[in-house]
């Protein structure tokens, strides 16, 4: 089975528009985390959420997790152009120096 | 801010060719940890590394891979010999003592086996 699957695989949005991620996984975890991936580049740590933890903002980000539904949704207001990148959610099955298990992504496309 | 910084950003190599990529994580960061990406598939973990030794170990690990900590502040990984199926970007990792859940990520390197 797979930890961490996201939906949509690609998302196409206009500048100002709202962009909507899920994320899906298996089994209990510690916390969960969302990491954007511009193109060929490296991970940029978003936001975590812990287990028991609902909802959580960050800027313009908002994240909720559903622990009885094993799933996350990652929310961006007002997208800009510059949100243009793949998004993970990770998961952490422990606390502490857990490994993350990463999810397939979802590629956010947001034009001007 | 401190970043962790990973050389080379890009590497080529020939099949069966040794390489070497190399880590610096964020000073005081106690643990490390490898990722792999190939090209349009997840982020996997390879291998993670606690005061001078393998803490845990993915299966994609094999005997052909190791990791060193050579000196204070560079992490490295290995490859013997290097495979096709090898390419791919790898990512190295530290956790921050003050927090142990929030894992910071390096640039990454490409590698390319030819």
């Known amino acids: 089975s797979q930890q961490g699957e996201e939906d949509p695989q690609a998302l196409s949005i206009q500048e100002g528009e709202n962009a909507t991620m899920n994320c899906s996984y298996k089994t209990s975890i510690n916390n969960l985390q969302w990491y954007r991936q511009n193109s060929g580049r490296g991970l940029v740590h978003l936001i975590l959420i812990r287990s028991n933890e609902r909802e959580k903002h960050s800027g313009r980000l908002r994240v909720t997790l559903d622990t009885s539904k094993k799933s996350s949704s990652l929310l961006i207001t007002a997208s800009r152009a510059a949100d243009t990148a793949s998004y993970f959610c990770?998961?952490?099955?422990?606390?502490?120096?857990?490994?993350?298990?990463f999810g397939k992504g979802t590629m956010l496309l947001v034009s001007p | 801010e401190p970043e962790v910084t990973q050389t080379p950003s890009h590497q080529v190599t020939q099949m069966g060719q040794e390489v070497i990529l190399r880590c610096v994580p964020i000073?005081?960061?106690?643990?490390f940890y490898w990722y792999r990406q190939i090209l349009g598939q997840k982020v996997e973990f390879l291998v993670s590394?606690?005061?001078?030794?393998?803490?845990?170990k993915s299966e994609i690990f094999d005997d052909q891979f190791s990791v060193e900590r050579p000196d204070g502040s560079n992490f490295t990984l290995k490859i013997r010999s290097t495979k096709l199926e090898d390419s791919a970007m790898y990512f190295c990792a530290s956790i921050w003592t003050g927090s142990t859940d929030t894992q910071y990520f390096g640039p990454g390197t490409r590698l390319t086996v030819l």
């Open positions: 990770a998961t952490a099955l422990f606390v502490g120096y857990s490994t993350l298990t």
């Open positions: 000073s005081n960061h106690l643990y």
């Open positions: 590394f606690y005061n001078n030794e393998i803490s845990e």
